[in-house]
Structure formats: structure tokens, C-alpha cells
């Protein structure tokens, strides 16, 4: 089955802990993509891949960080999260970067950071 | 990146057609229209495409003037489970790679 998974799939952590959020990909895409989702902002991207070892900013990169280096693969990691880090994370997929091409998303990760 | 813009919400009763309309006055000539329906606390979901003119598929019409800056998605015969929030993304590969969601239309179908 095509799909796009994300792990964990909740998470609760304290200020200052590195973590990472995993996300992967069946599908052989070229271009992976971190979203956050905070009530009242909708979805604002985070960093994207469009392959193996290019990834770029989004709108709201601070305090992120990604690396791509497997074409399924896309972890995202908080070297050192804050509260304000806390949001529901969603991984996508899409063949390639044109958009003519629709993105799959992840189930999500909700993340607390106390 | 062409803005979009929609309106914020949208009561509809089951069994009516609801046309959400979204305006893209900046559209770029290789950009494509995408519409995405997000439940909550899940990913949104791809409903469908087009770049000019009408496409339908067995769950929506999309419906994009000759001059492209805005388009209207169509759900006919809506349920209670088509309760949701609907986006209008509009993107292509020039400007950047870059992905912009906008606020979404909420649509609540009532009984």
C-alpha cells in the first residue's frame, strides 16, 4: 500500500531534549516535505526536499532541522525544542516538486514540549 | 507564490451542492489549482486537480475560468462526513519549490 509514515505518532517531552520525528515513503518520490499545524495558522511548511541531499527552507525553518540521505527517508529533528515547538507534524510525499503533482500526507505527529 | 484566498467558512444542509470559490489573482502560467480536504487531527487529502476549464472526478468538480484567477470547487449532494476543511493550493515549479497553504474554508453540513 502507497503511504507516507510518521513516527512517533504522539510524543511528550521537556525543553532541551533532542528528538527526531521520522518520516517515510513507499512511493520512490523525489520530493518530501515537513508541515506544522497550529490552530487558528493552518499548515505552514518547514523545510522540503526536492531529492536526495537538497533540501531548502520553508516558511518557518527556525529551530528545525532536516536531512535527506535516502530518497524514502526524511527525519525531522528539534536539537533543542521549546515550548513553542509544540504542534501537530505532518510528513508529505509528492512524485516531484511541480505542482501538478498532488502531495501524500502522513497520519501526523502531535508533539508536546513542557 | 500565488496567494490564495477563501472564504473562512460555510454551512451547507445534506444532500445540497456546496461550491467553495477561491481566488488566485497572481496565478503563474505553469501553476496547476490543487484541493485538499483535511478531517481533524489528520493529513489532508488530495480531492482533485486541474489547470484550466473543468475537470470532474467521482468525488468533486473543478471548475477554472479562462483567465485563471480563481476557481470553484463543486461537492454535490454533500453528507455529514464531508464535514471538514477544504484548501485551494496553487503551485508549480517556478518561483521556488515552496508550498503555501492557505487558511482553508471550513465547511459544516448540517442535518
Known amino acids: 500500500e502507497a503511504q507516507v509514515t510518521q513516527n512517533p505518532r504522539y510524543l511528550i517531552t521537556v525543553t532541551g531534549k533532542k528528538l527526531t520525528v521520522t518520516c517515510s515513503q513507499n512511493m520512490n518520490h523525489e520530493y518530501m516535505s515537513w508541515y506544522r499545524q497550529d490552530p487558528g495558522l493552518g499548515l505552514r511548511q518547514i523545510y522540503y526536499?526536492?531529492?536526495?541531499?537538497?533540501?531548502d527552507k520553508g516558511d518557518v525553518p527556525e529551530g528545525y532541522k532536516v536531512s535527506r540521505k535516502e530518497k524514502r527517508n526524511f527525519p525531522l529533528i528539534l536539537e533543542s525544542p521549546s515550548p513553542n515547538q509544540t504542534s501537530l507534524y505532518f510528513c508529505?510525499?509528492?512524485?516531484?516538486?511541480?505542482?501538478?503533482?498532488?502531495?501524500?500526507f502522513g497520519p501526523g505527529t502531535r508533539l508536546t514540549v513542557t | 507564490l500565488a496567494k490564495t484566498t477563501q472564504p473562512i467558512s460555510m454551512d451547507s444542509y445534506e444532500g445540497q451542492e456546496v461550491n467553495i470559490t477561491c481566488s488566485h489573482n497572481n496565478i503563474a502560467t505553469n501553476d496547476y489549482i490543487t484541493w485538499y480536504q483535511q478531517f481533524p487531527s489528520q493529513g489532508p487529502r488530495f480531492i482533485i486537480q486541474g489547470y484550466k476549464t473543468k475537470v470532474t472526478n467521482e468525488v468533486a468538480s473543478l471548475f477554472i475560468p479562462a483567465d485563471r484567477k480563481s476557481s470553484t470547487l463543486s461537492l454535490p449532494r454533500v453528507s455529514l462526513s464531508d464535514t471538514a476543511v477544504y484548501y485551494c493550493l496553487v503551485a508549480g515549479n517556478t518561483g521556488g519549490f515552496k508550498t503555501i497553504f492557505g487558511a482553508g474554508t471550513r465547511l459544516f453540513v448540517k442535518a
Open positions: 526536499s526536492m531529492n536526495v541531499e537538497v533540501t
Open positions: 508529505a510525499s509528492s512524485l516531484t516538486a511541480s505542482g501538478s503533482y498532488e502531495q501524500y
